[in-house]
């Protein structure tokens, strides 16, 4: 039902896009159901420039799309039904718990009002902030601009207005803060967020929050690092900037592949082993329980913490005065194979049809399942089957890790046991 109900969004604002007051010239089909799913997908990709292609219409439509899909359908519809006085039954619950990615039916009602009150704060101070760059330069125009750049950082949606990103203002100061800080809050997980608002102590905080808070700090780090040393030099990237410039650049390149889908300097220029940093950046992606994609921070938590449990010889994982059992490193373990097996099979299928792009191409295919919105250039350049691929890459990432984590928060008795077995590994 989940995934249908994105799919319904899709279809829906495919039709939409597609209509002549939404675009100007002509648009597509697929061009719109493509624009259509990156937008409820959260990514970001995109055939045509979004501000010149689509009007004002248009771009109204997948500002409310990218909404509608990073904070969730189901968020939604919870907030209609409690608009309307109409109690939200356990069949409504059970669906809300897979599209917020919950183990238990329990205080569903408050996380969405947490959600929606973060979200809608986050997005309203960000507009009023980025007015202050947009509005000087575009005028009336600019409140809009302000507007839809704050919707579509908070969910990490990476869809601007301007044909090259956010590049034109590589070394303001004002969008290099407020744009970052809104896909962070919006990447870092509802949970975190209200978790931190409530207790406010390092010491009182949930594994969880921990856990998020301490990963992303070190990504952030590592890729604002990371891109700093590779590409400092680099005539296509930083090379040609000032020292000042080169910082802020490196600042908002480490941190946007976390799902977030801007850019200050040209993806394309960049080195192959950047290229490299970069991908493995967005196919960590976010937090649970957030407007980000990617197989989430704890995923990669867990599975560091499982190999160092292995290598010490321990049955179970120790992070911050607490333990993990076997179950949580099953569940990532699964988590983790079949994201690999989606992402190498869709790097296959459309390297069939496109020759001597194959890095590229891996970087269109993991900026798609992450949900990041990131392109080197190949969006443009696919054909009808390497579109149909892409479109089907962001649609598994959006929904796929949430109908998977249905399954994995299931729990069943086997009925048979067999006897132990052995098998050498490694």
Known sequence: MLALAYLGFIVAGAVLLWLPVSHHGTVTLNEAVFTSTSAVTVTGLILSDTGATFTGFGQGVIALLIQLGGLG????????????????????????????????????????????????????????????????EYGWNGVWQAVFHAVSAFNNAGFALHPDSLSHWVGNP??????????????????????????????????????????????IVWGTLGFAVLEWTNPATLGPLETGTKLWASWFQGVTPRTAGFNTVDIGGMHDSTTLLTMTLMLVGGGSTST?????????????????????????????????????????????????????????????????????????AVSAFGTVGLSRGATGDLDGFGQAVIIAVMFVGRVGPLTLGFFLATHGTPRVRYPAGQIYLG
């Open 292 to 364: 980000a994609g990617g197989i989430k921070v704890t995923t990669l938590c867990v599975l560091l913490l499982a190999t160092i449990a292995f290598f010490r010889r321990r049955s179970t994982l120790h992070a911050f005065g607490r333990s993990l059992g076997l179950n949580e490193v099953m569940k990532v373990l699964a988590l983790s194979m079949v994201s690999v097996l989606l992402l190498m099979s869709a790097i296959f299928l459309v390297s069939i049809s496109h020759d001597g792009e194959f890095l590229d191409l891996a970087f269109e």
């Open 73 to 136: 359908l189901m968020t939604f519809a919870v907030l209609v039904l409690s608009a309307l006085g109409i109690p939200v039954g356990m069949p409504q619950r059970l669906i809300l718990r897979e599209d917020l990615n919950q183990t238990s039916v329990s205080n569903l009602t408050v996380l969405v009002r947490i959600i929606l009150i973060v979200a809608l704060t986050c997005e309203a101070l960000g507009a009023l902030l980025l007015g202050f760059v947009f509005v000087p």
């Open 174 to 219: 004002l969008v290099n803060l407020v744009i970052p800080a809104l896909f962070i809050l919006g990447g870092i997980g509802f949970i975190v967020v209200g978790d931190l608002y409530q207790k406010r102590r390092w010491r009182t905080l949930t594994l969880h929050s921990k856990l998020m808070i301490a990963g992303t700090a070190v990504l």
